[in-house]
């Protein structure tokens, strides 16, 4: 059997204080402490959007949580996801109320000048 990729990853021990409090946890409760981790939180939409590393990683996590949850599908959409973060195929739309400012500024430019 060939060795796991996780093999060639060095992981930092943790403390038996952590990993005492981690085995207490399922396998899917884990799953979802750390896509709640790595989501971004709404008021680092803007900073973050187009951050490949956090997007990718958001969307990993959450293809796991789908996994563990029998929604092979759904994981594999977004796993798909997480690839096109890093392989550049995808980024982020434009903030749809950027969109209505330019729209509104373009009018108001218009009104005051005819």
């Not at 402490?33 to 990683?57: F, Q, V, Y």
């Not at 980024?91 to 005051?112: D, N, R, Y």
Request: hydrophobic share 45%.
């Amino acid at each position: 059997m060939p060795d796991s990729p996780l093999h060639s990853i060095q992981f930092s021990p943790l403390s038996t204080a952590k990993t005492g409090d981690l085995s207490e946890l399922s396998t899917l409760e884990l799953a979802q402490a750390l896509a709640e981790r790595l989501a971004i939180a709404p008021n680092d939409w803007h900073r973050l959007k187009s951050n490949r590393k956090a997007r990718a990683a958001e969307q990993a996590a959450i293809a796991l949580v789908y996994l563990l949850n029998e929604q092979s599908e759904e994981s594999l959409l977004r796993l798909q996801q997480a690839a096109g973060w890093l392989d550049r195929s995808i980024s982020a739309p434009p903030c749809p109320t950027h969109g209505q400012k330019v729209v509104f500024l373009i009018w108001l430019w218009w009104f005051v000048n005819f």
